[in-house]
């Protein structure tokens, strides 16, 4: 294909797009809740359904609060971790349930209108809806239940849902509680409740191992009615009826959780949800979300996909991962062979000084979330490092995903070394230095988490990390046996040789000179798995013999969640050496520019779902903006000399990745709880750090903004001014402060100072 057809191809694919993306985005324009005027407030302007069409069970959301326990939605999807929660193209609603997190779900119920019982089991008891008469925005979720003629509300605190039903039709009102059963990533099971008096049901369920999660976690939950309950009888095995009079026209409920006890839930609604006012616990939800989008400030119309685009990618950045401590301090440890219930420390106003989280890993954080949350919310960054090291004081290692209050191992490596030491570097008050350096070097020696693979929970043998430490490379295929999920060699090679370096960084920092030189020594094991000959990197077994037949677009094949061909790429740390081992920068250059040439043919991406970009024929991409491994790679070529090729490439996959505004658009793949949604925002600003700004002074790369003026509000609360002068679309000078920089990076000790910076575009 010549480049100026692929030109045409482009442009064509960005019109349809756009045309595409206006149709399905009719039906949720820019407006304030329940008030119909327009708004320019950020959180007005996010686009809760993008890409909900590929929904995982953690990603959409609309009833929630920052990283709330709650996460209050219609399920139109329930089985399976994947492909489930809010599906937009099913069109039957399944239940309301309150928690969608990384491998726990929970409390799914539907209000019903019947005349005869037996419709319910008889015929089910789920029900259609339409897009037409649905609104979701930030916050807030309503929806009619066609077969009942019920409009359902919801909205929610931190850590309780919250429900208006208004019924319009005779018959009997109700509601269903699945008690048991297949609900998202687990099955139910074990739930009970109880009438605690007329308006009051008391309840717990326990979510059952997974494959990820190990073990047993319950659920505790408080339900409070604002009209009195007439029965509540048991519909069949897995659901009970709460039923009430048939003369109400409107219920409302509110459900507090807790993986706790039942008396932490009934505490965390008497703290944070006594009253029964509906409107104004979704205003104080806009409130709170829009303090935080309200970090980064654009000057463009409100009704500009682009601008609305880029709010739902920040909104996304602070979606996913979810709390699991009680409001006060409370919170499940399931580190231990026994659970037990652990208790935050209270600060001097008697409340918990941080919450502790649930996540899905922290592979690719580190050039995602620890940027963005470093730049813009380093209060949320603080307390997730310390619930991290939270989970080392109770089980021993540093996670790199928890889930109900224990390790899953999910990925691979120790993807949290670089998360936590860049937030050391950045100067966050995370803990004592010296205590945080020896919890994240236990995990880079033999028994820590890089010893295992994936899912890997009582051997230590699948991540391959002795042969790491002695050979120098670990070995592909696993010559020892199948212990878990990623065992990749070459791969694993990669990252563990980024992660210490990172970590060497903070011994550095520390004087530990002697840890310093062991760490760096083997950040430089990544050469042991280029292979000069193809040009790529190429697993090797254990007897040190290349892949024999070796394809570099075969995905997974040694890598992780890639192919050869992406891989070869991640050496953040040492660009300049892989570049000499390709023969010098200018061959790198050409070697990755060919990469994007040909992945621009494919958008960039290896599909438009998670489940596409693991097809191994679509897979076959050198480039992959769909998946954590190639995040960086259009930001290499400033560290090559060639800022120009980063603002070219890094301008086209903006537009044509990250540029959608649809339910079957967004982030072509994998989201992971708000990797994708950071990265486009970070990409959309122009900034970038290639380490994750682990070093002593954290370094951005920049690439070009696209918007021409841009305010980010720093935690110090001084700003920093982004403009872009010219219509032009080559970079011709970046001035910073009124100085002209001479190569495109800054430090973060230059950015916290806020100012001016300035592109000049030709």
């Known amino acids: 294909m010549t480049k100026k057809l692929q030109t045409i191809l482009t442009s064509a694919i960005l019109v349809f797009t756009i045309l595409l993306d206006a149709c399905y985005g009719q039906n949720l324009v820019a407006t304030s809740p329940h008030s119909g005027t327009k708004s320019t407030e950020p959180v007005d302007l996010v686009y809760p359904l993008l890409d909900a069409a590929n929904s995982r069970w953690f990603f959409f959301s609309s009833a929630c609060r920052p990283f709330g326990m709650v996460n209050l939605s219609p399920d139109t999807q329930i089985g399976g971790a994947w492909g489930s929660g809010y599906r937009y193209d099913t069109d039957t609603i399944k239940g309301f349930s309150h928690i969608h997190g990384w491998q726990i779900a929970g409390i799914s119920v539907l209000p019903v209108c019947y005349e005869y019982k037996s419709e319910l089991w008889e015929q089910g008891y789920y029900s259609q809806f339409d897009h037409k008469k649905e609104e979701a925005s930030v916050g807030y979720h309503k929806v009619e239940l066609d077969r009942y003629d019920i409009e359902a509300e919801l909205t929610s605190t931190k850590r309780v849902g919250f429900h208006r039903y208004q019924f319009r039709k005779d018959g009997q009102r109700a509601v269903i509680f699945q008690s048991n059963g297949r609900l998202g990533p687990a099955d139910m099971k074990n739930g009970r409740l109880l009438k605690v008096n007329n308006k009051t049901i008391h309840g717990e369920i326990t979510n059952a191992p997974t494959r990820r999660r190990p073990k047993d976690l319950k659920v505790h939950f408080a339900v409070h009615f604002d009209q009195e309950i007439h029965q509540l009888i048991e519909l069949d095995a897995d659901h009970q009826l709460v039923v009430f009079g048939d003369d109400i026209d409107e219920l409302k409920m509110k459900v507090a959780i807790s993986y706790t006890a039942i008396e932490n839930a009934q505490e965390n609604m008497e703290r944070e949800l006594p009253g029964w006012e509906f409107d104004p616990i979704v205003q104080e939800s806009r409130e709170e979300w829009n303090r935080l989008l309200s970090r980064v400030q654009v000057e463009v119309p409100a009704d500009s996909i682009t601008v609305r685009r880029f709010y739902t990618d920040l909104w996304h950045a602070l979606q996913g991962r979810r709390t699991i401590s009680d409001v006060n301090g409370s919170y499940p440890d399931h580190t231990g062979e026994n659970f037990r219930i652990g208790r935050i420390p209270l600060n001097a106003e008697g409340n918990p000084e941080f919450n502790h989280y649930n996540s899905d890993s922290f592979w690719g954080a580190q050039w995602t979330l620890t940027t963005l949350w470093g730049l813009l919310y380093p209060d949320i960054y603080c307390e997730f490092v310390k619930s991290m090291l939270l989970y080392y004081k109770d089980g021993g290692l540093v996670p790199r995903g928890p889930s109900g209050g224990n390790y899953t191992y999910v990925m691979t490596g120790a993807s949290s070394t670089p998360l936590i030491v860049s937030a050391f570097q950045k100067n966050l008050d995370i803990g004592e230095p010296s205590k945080i350096y020896e919890a994240l070097k236990k995990n880079h020696v033999s028994g820590g988490i890089m010893s295992k693979a994936g899912y890997e929970h009582e051997t230590n043998k699948g991540g391959g990390l002795e042969d790491y430490m002695t050979k120098g490379y670990v070995p592909y295929p696993n010559p020892y046996g199948d212990f878990g999920y990623h065992q990749a060699g070459a791969g694993l090679t990669l990252e563990y040789a980024f992660q210490d370096y990172t970590l060497a960084q903070m011994a550095k920092s520390l004087g530990k000179e002697e840890d310093y030189r062991y760490f760096m020594q083997r950040s430089k094991n990544y050469q042991n798995v280029y292979d000069p000959q193809s040009g790529w990197m190429r697993p090797k077994d254990q007897k040190g013999k290349w892949k024999e037949p070796f394809d570099p677009y075969e995905y997974t094949n040694g890598f992780v969640e890639s192919n050869a061909a992406q891989a070869t790429w991640f050496v953040p740390h040492d660009l300049d050496g892989l570049a000499e081992l390709m023969g010098g920068k200018d061959k790198a250059v050409e070697k990755l520019n060919a990469q994007f040439e040909a992945a621009a043919e494919r958008g960039f991406t290896a599909g438009d ?71 486009a925002v970070l990409m959309k600003t122009g900034f970038f750090q290639m380490t994750g700004g682990v070093e002593a002074d954290p370094i951005y790369t920049l690439s070009t903004p696209i918007f021409e003026n841009i305010s980010l509000v720093l935690p110090n609360f001084s700003k920093l001014i982004i403009e872009k002068h010219g219509k032009g679309e080559k970079v011709e000078r970046i001035v910073f402060n009124g100085r002209n920089l001479n190569q495109p990076f800054l430090l973060h000790s230059q950015i916290m100072k806020g100012g001016h910076l300035e592109y000049y575009m030709k």
């Open 609 to 679: 779902s998670h489940a596409r970009g693991e097809d191994p024929t679509l897979a076959r991409i050198p480039i992959n903006y769909g998946n954590q491994p190639s995040m960086q790679t259009a930001y290499i070529f400033n560290h090559l000399d060639r800022p120009d090729l980063t603002q070219y490439w890094a301008s086209r996959i903006v537009t044509t990745t990250f540029g959608g505004l649809s339910p079957h658009t967004g982030y072509n793949g994998d989201e992971d709880q708000g990797l994708m949604g950071s990265l």
